[in-house]
């Protein structure tokens, strides 16, 4: 069965670290494009970033620029967000994806997310 497992979320202090896991299994991640989601409560789903086939990057929330990195370890299988100086507006449930090609736009399944609390 393919699917994308997140994890990594949890309770952190305000100016805190996190970085999310997004692994896949039942296929290769390598050479797929992937986006970074989160959804806060009470309000919609909104793309963080998300990483071209050929590794390029978009940034899709202007909150995150300098502060959130998406990369990809093909021999972990896995896609990664670092997220550095977070900020209580950052608290959501965040989810991986596959994405359309340069778009930045969810195609695949939505798994379960990984809940990200910034708070003090």
């Known amino acids: 069965q393919e699917q994308l497992v997140e994890s990594g979320g949890g309770l952190v202090e305000p100016g805190g670290s996190l970085r999310l896991s997004c692994t896949a299994s039942?296929?290769?991640?390598?050479?797929?494009?992937i986006g970074w989601f989160r959804q806060a409560p009470g309000k919609e789903r909104e793309g963080v970033s998300c990483?071209?086939?050929?590794?390029?990057?978009?940034d899709y929330v202007d909150s995150v620029k300098g502060r959130f990195t998406i990369s990809r370890d093909g021999l972990k299988n896995t896609v990664y967000l670092q997220m550095n100086s977070l900020k209580p507006e950052d608290t959501a449930v965040y989810y991986c994806?596959?994405?359309?090609?340069?778009?930045?736009?969810?195609?695949?399944?939505w798994g379960q997310g990984t809940q990200v609390t910034v708070s003090s």
């Open positions: 990483i071209g086939s050929n590794n390029a990057v978009t």
């Open positions: 039942g296929f290769i991640l390598d050479s797929i494009a």
């Open positions: 994806v596959t994405v359309v090609e340069g778009l930045c736009a969810p195609k695949g399944s």
